[in-house]
């Protein structure tokens, strides 16, 4: 039995090393022209061969080697495949682009995030599995049971299988968030104000036209006053987004003050914020890039530009906000939660953000929490107000697990 182990062992060894070559020499191919996108590319394989190597290890262990008709090399040869599908996908797209170099894409982000919910199962696992060999803690039925070993392995699998497909469907199916509050400040002679907000749609190849169409009919039945995108409404390739007719789908958005965004980090990717702002105005969305609209004589609107995509640097609030009438309600957009000090100090009232999606797949809402002051939700300084939203798109894997796709309906009531 030894020797039939290790014998396998070395030929998962020899297998990885060729993997290992072949994927350093695409990725160098791939990248020859930038240097950054070398090491990155490198790095991300490196950090993910171990975790992938564990969990591939413990499949074939715990359920591969009792399947009779399963060949290791088989076994091996296919999980690497899955493991490396975005690398796949990739070499697929440059040949033949809008292929099924797709689907291998998005099928490697599932596999990313699968690898976390793996690793949260089957280290415990194993963890107990060491204790057990010092300290015999599991009945001897148990410990020498391959059956029962062959169970586990199955039930993490499909567990983590079902996981995936409901926070698919959860991604699909956007949710409405209410919030009432108040601005006590007389808004000319407005008393109440219904604001739909949404941010991170990320429209494109994953969030469609079909979805789209779904979010537009969401926010019509709340009968908003006026609609708020915060950022990353169009995602990293905006092509889709012409291709499939979503401008035209975003301009049946309908209330009585329009649409007004902002950009998000995503619409500067690839050197698209000028063509962005255009794609959002052929839908007669009103940009607002460091500036301000001041609506009906009764409130503001400001619009920040994006603080992140690499940019240190960007100006100040009070650069391009003077004129701003502080008797009246003024409700900022700003795509990063950030910089709440700053706004407050310039009079803003209500400040409505997103970009980080609620860790969209848990535990990433463990990570938001360290990184921002408000991850997601309502916070409350003084009189200054923050509104930060989960989106309604996704980025990365098409799921959403422990948190949901939202869109916010806000109720504002103002001083009378």
Request: glycine share 10%; net charge positive.
């Amino acid at each position: 039995m030894k020797n039939t182990y290790s014998d396998r062992f070395k030929r998962a060894a020899v297998f990885l090393l060729k993997l290992f070559f072949a994927v350093g020499l695409y990725i160098v191919i791939n990248h020859f022209v930038s240097l950054k996108g070398t090491l990155r590319s490198f790095t991300t394989f490196l950090v993910l061969l171990p975790p992938n190597y564990y969990i591939g290890l413990r499949g074939w262990q715990f359920v591969g080697q009792y399947i009779k008709i399963l060949n290791p090399k088989i076994y091996w040869a296919s999980f690497w495949l899955l493991a490396q599908s975005y690398i796949i996908g990739k070499i697929i797209n440059k040949v033949f682009p809008d292929t099924i170099g797709d689907y291998l894409l998005v099928l490697d982000w599932y596999w990313y995030v699968a690898i976390i919910y793996f690793l949260m199962l089957l280290v415990p696992i194993d963890l107990i599995r060491f204790v057990d060999k010092r300290l015999k803690v599991l009945p001897q039925n148990i410990r020498g049971n391959t059956g029962a070993r062959a169970g586990i392995g199955a039930g993490i699998f499909l567990l983590v299988v079902l996981v995936l497909t409901y926070g698919t469907w959860n991604a699909q199916n956007p949710k409405v968030k209410n919030y009432d509050l108040t601005i006590q400040k007389k808004a000319g002679n407005l008393e109440n104000l219904n604001i739909a907000l949404v941010s991170d749609m990320h429209l494109g190849k994953i969030v469609n036209s079909g979805r789209l169409r779904k979010m537009v009919g969401i926010i019509n039945e709340l009968k908003p006053d006026i609609v708020l995108l915060a950022g990353d409404t169009i995602d990293d390739d905006y092509k889709p987004y012409l291709e499939q007719g979503m401008p035209e789908i975003l301009s049946g958005l309908k209330s009585k003050y329009g649409t007004y965004a902002v950009l998000g980090n995503h619409e500067y990717y690839n050197g698209n914020m000028s063509k962005n702002i255009s794609n959002l105005e052929s839908a007669g969305i009103k940009v607002l890039f460091d500036n301000y609209v001041k609506i009906d004589n009764s409130f503001y609107i400001v619009g920040r530009d994006d603080k992140g995509y690499g940019r240190k640097v960007r100006k100040k609030m009070s650069e391009f906000t003077t004129g701003i009438d502080g008797n009246l309600p003024v409700i900022l957009m700003d795509h990063w939660p950030t910089d709440f000090d700053e706004a407050a100090k310039q009079g803003v009232d209500l400040q409505l953000s997103g970009h980080t999606h609620n860790g969209q797949y848990f535990p990433g809402q463990l990570g938001n929490k360290l990184m921002h002051e408000l991850d997601y939700g309502y916070m409350q300084k003084g009189k200054f107000q923050v509104v930060v939203t989960a989106g309604a798109g996704t980025w990365g894997v098409p799921a959403r697990i422990g948190c949901d796709a939202e869109i916010v309906n806000i109720n504002l009531r103002f001083k009378p």
